[in-house]
């Protein structure tokens, strides 16, 4: 069966860092594009980043320059490092296995519990 599992999320204060972390099972990671979502209440679920099999990313106009995403396929693991957080980045946070192409990320159908991140004023 395929597992996303997240973790990483927390309490932090505006201008801080988290680094989440998605630990994949049950799918030959290294094939497959990966893309970190968020989500709050009655606001649909945005991407926040992708990166391809090969390493190209891709990061939404609002965490540009502030988020990295990254993949070690060693580990079956992608990360999403967070910088000088801001309390509109507070959201729960998803990841999710799917494709990469001309700069575009199409989710796919399994995606992990969430973990949630509060960045406070």
């Known amino acids: 069966q395929v597992q996303l599992v997240e973790s990483g999320g927390g309490l932090v204060q505006a201008g801080g860092s988290l680094r989440l972390s998605c630990a994949a099972s049950g799918i030959t990671f290294s094939i497959y594009a990966m893309g970190w979502y968020r989500q709050t209440p009655g606001k649909q679920r945005e991407l926040v980043a992708a990166?391809?099999?090969?390493?190209?990313?891709i990061y939404a106009d609002s965490v540009k320059g502030r988020f990295a995403i990254s993949r070690d396929n060693a580990k079956n693991t992608v990360y999403l490092q967070m910088n000088s957080l801001k309390p509109e980045d507070t959201a729960v946070y998803y990841c999710n296995a799917g494709t990469y192409y001309n700069r575009l990320y199409s989710p796919g159908g399994y995606w992990g519990q969430g973990t949630q991140v509060t960045v406070s004023s």
């Open positions: 990166i391809g099999s090969g390493g190209l990313t």
